[in-house]
């Protein structure tokens, strides 16, 4: 059974910078896998905020960057603002099945 | 402006189908690839399955616990898509979401999916 890893949580202060991982059971993730990132607050549906690695929509503010690094897929917050507080869970795709990972919380604090 | 409502949820008991429906508007709905995805109460994200555009082939893939048990088709003549739930069990209790996340940042609200005796 694949697994996606993610930190569980992090915290970052105001106008700080923060990088979230997303990691494969089988291996290096790249470009194939298609990952996307999502950002969940609690009561809301989810947006997404990535998708096919480093796509972004008109939405996703610019402090929101994703990228692969090290083997993995990650979002990168810079100058992190206080409604950034959410959960993100990244998706990657397995020959067109996809998987998330658990999540991880970010509290900006 | 971009919309997806989902709908058809319910109380329904183990072993019974269900199903929900994905209704779309401010897009091309029928170049968007739609994805399902689940969330049982307190738990993270799970993905369902999705459906490409017919353009793309029309196809569909599912998430390991599902396959076999769900059916995603679409109407793009009603900008709807459909997941039909069979062989339900407890575990598949959640809110089932739906969007095109290729296409826009936005999800529809969910439809709330109880599967209990």
């Known amino acids: 059974q694949t697994v996606v890893t993610q930190e569980p949580s992090l915290t970052v202060s105001p106008g700080g910078t923060v990088t979230l991982t997303c990691a494969s059971s089988?291996?290096?993730?790249?470009?194939?896998?298609?990952p996307m990132w999502f950002q969940q607050k609690p009561g809301q549906a989810p947006r997404t905020l990535i998708y096919?690695?480093?796509n972004k929509h008109s939405w996703t503010p610019a402090r929101f960057s994703g990228s692969l690094l090290g083997g993995k897929a990650a979002l990168t917050l810079s100058g992190v603002q206080p409604e950034d507080e959410a959960d993100y869970y990244c998706?990657?795709?397995?020959?067109?099945?996809?998987?998330f990972g658990s999540g991880t919380r970010v509290t900006v604090l | 402006e971009v919309q997806l409502v989902e709908s058809g949820g319910g109380l329904v008991k183990p072993g019974g189908s269900l199903r929900l429906s994905c209704g779309a508007s401010?897009?091309?709905?029928?170049?968007?690839?739609i994805h399902w995805v689940r969330q049982a109460p307190g738990k993270g994200l799970e993905w369902v399955g999705r459906?490409?555009?017919?353009?793309?082939?029309?196809?569909?893939d599912y998430g390991a616990p599902v396959k076999a048990r769900f059916t995603i088709w679409r109407d793009d003549s009603k900008n709807t898509v459909y997941l039909l739930l069979n062989s339900l069990r407890t575990e598949d209790t959640g809110v089932y979401y739906c969007?095109?996340?290729?296409?826009?940042?936005?999800w529809g609200q969910g439809t709330l999916v109880t599967v209990s005796s």
């Open positions: 969007g095109a996340p290729g296409v826009s940042p936005i």
């Open positions: 401010g897009f091309t709905f029928s170049d968007a690839w």
């Open positions: 459906i490409k555009s017919e353009h793309d082939g029309g196809t569909t």
């Open positions: 089988t291996g290096a993730v790249t470009s194939d896998y298609y």
């Open positions: 096919i690695t480093n």
């Open positions: 998706l990657l795709f397995y020959g067109g099945a996809g998987v």
